[in-house]
Structure formats: C-alpha cells, structure tokens
C-alpha cells in the first residue's frame, strides 16, 4: 500500500490517522454490512416464527448459499470470512460443547459434519445413544432447534 505526501504528514503530525481503519481488519470494515444482514435475517425469523410466512423461510434456507457462492452477484468473501468467525466462536462451539457434554467424544468435525464415538458395544446401543442425544440437542434453547442433525452412516469398530 502507497502512502500519499498528505497521509505521511497527517500520520507525522497526529493529524486524522488514527481515525484510519487498517484495510487488514476486515470484521471492522464488514461489521455495518453484517449488521444489516443480522437484522435482515432476524426480521426472517421472526416472520416465520411468528407469521409462518413461506417466502421469508425460502430466504432463510438461501441465504447461507447466496453468502458463500462466488457466482452470486452480491458475493462477499471477507462478509463470509466474517460470518464463518461469528458461527465458529458461537454457535459451533457450542454446539461441540453439547455434544462433549452429553459424553459424546468428537472424532472429526466440520460445519457439514460431526463424527462421534459412542464406547457403546452394539450398533443398537449406540443408535439409541445418538438418538438421545440429538432429540437433547435439538430441545436445548439456544439456537440448536433450527438444526437439522441427522443419522448417516453407523459403523462399529
């Protein structure tokens, strides 16, 4: 990045320099954007909640693709970066923090998928447990309720 002879002497005097945000910290140049969108996607809840209004639980169900589709017209990747930081620390973490609570061990985990070792010695006990434990999840009154966790594949080792 080139600095201009104003911007050398605005930053040798103190003149508006600091009021400078780093082009590097990208949370604070997406944080109006991402505010806008929370909103956005609050009144959505809201209206499907509440008003059980299809079209805006289309938007809801979209607007993660929309988010992270270079191809899409409004595509943003430090906006997504930004996202992915806020679901990372909150409701990710969380939700592996459930999962570890309910004494479940994370083996591998991503935002598609989380693989569990259960300890139980048959298939069918061990159904039962990630039975229990999903229905547990899914009754917790945090965000966990909109989740769709699902049962794909069963393996014993």
């Known amino acids: 990045?080139?600095?201009?002879?104003?911007?050398?002497?605005?930053?040798?005097?103190?003149?508006?320099?600091?009021?400078?945000i780093p082009s590097y910290d990208e949370i604070t140049l997406c944080n109006p954007a991402f505010k806008t969108l929370r909103s956005i996607v609050n009144a959505w809840l809201l209206e499907v909640s509440v008003y059980k209004n299809v079209f805006a639980d289309y938007q809801?169900?979209?607007?993660?693709?929309?988010?992270?589709?270079?191809?899409?017209?409004?595509?943003?990747?430090?906006?997504?970066?930004?996202?992915?930081?806020?679901m990372k620390n909150k409701l990710y973490i969380q939700l592996i923090a459930e999962f570890k609570t309910l004494g479940c061990i994370i083996v591998f985990t991503n935002f598609n998928k989380i693989i569990v070792c259960t300890k139980k010695r048959s298939v069918n006990d061990a159904l039962g447990y990630i039975e229990f434990v999903v229905q547990t999840i899914r009754n917790k009154e945090l965000c966990f309720t909109v989740l769709k966790?699902?049962?794909?594949?069963?393996g014993n080792i």
């Open 1 to 20: 990045m080139m600095l201009g002879c104003s911007q050398w002497k605005d930053m040798a005097v103190g003149g508006d320099a600091v009021t400078v």
């Open 60 to 86: 809801l169900i979209h607007f993660y693709r929309w988010l992270r589709s270079p191809s899409a017209l409004l595509y943003d990747p430090a906006l997504r970066r930004t996202l992915h930081t806020y």
């Open 149 to 154: 966790l699902r049962l794909t594949n069963v």
